[in-house]
């Protein structure tokens, strides 16, 4: 993927803040992110401000709706819509959760756990392949935060190691949300980070969280990146190699130079983990 | 033979099933006590998108009453859009399928949701293509180009004009013309007579002006022609000015 400037960091293009982003420079992000969801035939004010965000940046997707762990079929009319707005927009990347957010045909728009199971294991892995084949592309898929595991018969590691390895797609690897299971879960967050399939990781994400008690992180997209998950941040990228890099921010908007001040922080660290030599996947 | 388990797949449905309705389910090897932030998380992002979607409805309907219109949807209805913003429709026409204008004694409900709905959905819909028009011409005896992102709709009661609290008793025939400015993506609303709502209907049939005319005269028993020309001459000069009418139909 081509980034802007030669920068890592991109930022989750919002409404809340489109306009004060597109009007002010005051925001320096390598790429901007979207839910295809969010904008897939919407027309009128939003869509010129799609268009003039697209001439600007480039785009990556990250889903919401695809729901690669449920246990219903694929919806194969709303991939072709995604399709669709991929190639309009030039987009390199499509990432989506691990998770389910769709059950016996109800959406719930929000992302559940999946079974850390041998057979839910398979099922994804067929799916996975189903999506790439429509989409003719490779499908990053993302760790995500859980707040209880559910009928689980391995551990989460080796259930996304034995689906991304078996599938043949991507990851995404969201550290904020291994900083959140490994509080929740009391596991070692670096630990859990050397036992993924490092070598598949094609994106990251960061972001903020909430800590709501002594035992519970929410994970929120509403806070700024605590201190904590910078340091994740800089060991894991010392694994990798140079991948893009988001910043999710979607609630509870600070003031664009509160966030550029985190994309210049992680801009700051990658440059010091990532050598200049390296060009980026 | 399916590679999912049917067992596994039951977890799956037990834990959406108390996601939508926040009944307890007998779940394998959860964490009890975090079990209830999905139920939350899940109900908020619901509420969420109905509250913003149909705000007058939301502040008119008393606390507990839309508490539980919206707990009863969410348990009942399974959420087909996969785009959450597009959801609210279902909210509306989930109303209209149960009757809740009845069971609530408020005739002018589904009104006011279809109201708020149009408002969205005129605001977000896909981009249409204009007609190719010129603005030179007869304008009474050429079909008319219309901004073709708007809706012409009849309600019962006025909800685009009277605040909820005002609407008992206020049965009729109203009729609205709501539309999407090209250049701001703004919307607009008009109400309008059923005269204009006629005059526009066959507008968009591409009937010309004349011929429009000619037929509203008797239908409506104006019986007055030059007069009926005259105020239906105005209000397309209105609709001009509001860049609804850009120009005339080029054939
Ligand atoms: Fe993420």
Redesign the pocket.
Known sequence: MQLKDNKHIGIGFRKDFSEEFLASDVLKPAFIELAPENWIGMGGYWKKQLDKAAEKYPITCHGLSLSIGSPDDLDLDFLHKIKKFIKQYNVQIYSEHLSYAKCDNAHLYDLLPIPFRKDAVKHIISRIKQVQDVLEMPLAL?NVSYYTPVAAEMDEATFISEIVNGSGCNMLL?VN?VYVNSFNHKYNAKEFITKLPLDKVSYI?M?GHEQISDTVIIDTHGEAVIDQVFDLFEYTTGLLKPVPVLL?RDFNIPELKELQGEITRMETIVSKTWKKEHAIA | MPLLKEDTHAQQSKLAHYCKTGIKPDLIGVIEENLHHYRRLVFNIGIDTIETAYPITYRFLPDEIWDKLVYDYYAEHKCKTPQVWRMPLEFYEYCVEKDIQSKLNMPFLNDLLHFEWLELEVHTMDDMTYPSFTTKGDWLNSPLALNPEHRLVKFTYPVHILAATELEGKAGDYFLLMYREKESGKVQCMDISILYAYILEQLQNGITLQAILTEADTLFQINDFEMLKEHALNFINDLKQREFIPGLLNT
Do not use: F, G, P, Q
Request: hydrophobic share 15%; net charge negative; no cysteine.
């Open positions: 993302e969201d949300n994400h972001a999710e």
